[in-house]
């Protein structure tokens, strides 16, 4: 039952808006670029801001929560690295792979994954890593994609170009001092937010479109395994170390082994860091995801909430 219901409720209404996506690109031979620059200038920092003025800053767990989802990252950040350095690959393709990894799709799949399985509190939950995780992405991510065609010097400004890590700044501040937003500004600012996850998700299937169908299996299985499968046994040996525990341990690892982000899908087009390939990881890992999300999310509800 449990795997039916994130089968039709959560996977299926993604694939089916990505597919929406490939349509358009194979009829209409859409550009992904103006779209995806669409949600890094202006949906995603505003779907930021909206949530995190709006989120509990004082909730327990918080701190480790962080550091939970810094440390998951830094660690498939390594992994992909040292893959990259074994294989042999190219400044960008080393980029794009430990863009790949670290760059975890805790959003449009992550939100609605642990609201199923654990309610409004996964949902809480969820949305710290969700906000982390696209953080770093429009932070680190930026560095990693521009750092793979130009100058480690131009890759840092690059960051500071992200308008996510302004929005999350004033958000923070915002949050903390109960700064009043008037309503009219307010419910612009999260109209625009909610924009982000379904063009995202266009985007990726315009960007598929492009493929011809065509998947470079040797490259991309190799990442999808450690992605998938390496992924969420670094989680759980960490959530332990960590001492977490009940749901926010079970959210936490749920979290750490989502597919590969459409955000890097979008990162990679606009600096031009292997879009394709990154594309791929995208498509591969999420479909495997079908298998090892429903394994993940059955194993942590019988061992860790009961």
């Not at 039916?4 to 009829?27: A, H, Y």
């Not at 400044?91 to 430990?98: H, K, L, P």
């Amino acid at each position: 039952m449990l795997v039916l219901s994130v089968l039709w409720n959560i996977v299926l209404p993604v694939l089916l808006i990505v597919g929406l996506g490939v349509v358009l690109q194979r009829t209409l031979d859409l550009d992904p670029r103006p779209f995806s620059r669409a949600v890094f200038y202006a949906f995603s920092p505003a779907l930021a801001f909206a949530s995190l003025y709006t989120m509990d800053l004082h909730s327990n767990g918080l701190g480790q929560a962080l550091l939970f989802g810094v440390l998951v990252a830094a660690g498939m950040g390594v992994l992909g690295w040292l893959w990259a350095r074994w294989g042999g690959f190219t400044r960008s393709q080393t980029s794009a792979t430990v863009l790949a990894l670290v760059n975890s799709n805790t959003g449009n799949y992550g939100l609605p994954l642990n609201h199923f399985a654990f309610g409004e509190v996964g949902l809480q939950i969820a949305m710290i890593y969700y906000i982390l995780n696209a953080t770093l992405a429009n932070s680190l991510g930026v560095y990693i994609a521009s750092a793979g065609r130009t100058r480690p010097a131009h890759a840092i400004r690059s960051v500071l170009h992200a308008p996510l890590v302004y929005a999350t700044f004033l958000a923070l501040i915002a949050n903390w001092w109960e700064i009043p937003i008037p309503s009219p500004l307010y419910k612009a600012v999260d109209l625009t937010g909610q924009a982000a996850i379904p063009v995202l998700l266009v985007v990726l299937g315009i960007q598929l479109g492009r493929l011809n169908g065509q998947v470079h299996w040797r490259r991309v299985v190799p990442v999808t395994l450690v992605k998938m499968l390496v992924g969420p046994m670094w989680a759980w040996v960490l959530s332990g170390w960590l001492g977490m525990e009940g749901v926010w341990r079970a959210v936490s690892i749920v979290q750490a082994s989502v597919p590969t982000a459409v955000m890097s899908t979008v990162l990679a087009t606009e600096f031009d860091c292997e879009p394709e390939y990154v594309a791929e990881v995208v498509f591969v890992t999420t479909l495997a995801s079908v298998v090892t999300l429903t394994g993940v999310v059955a194993l942590v509800k019988a061992l860790i909430t009961g």
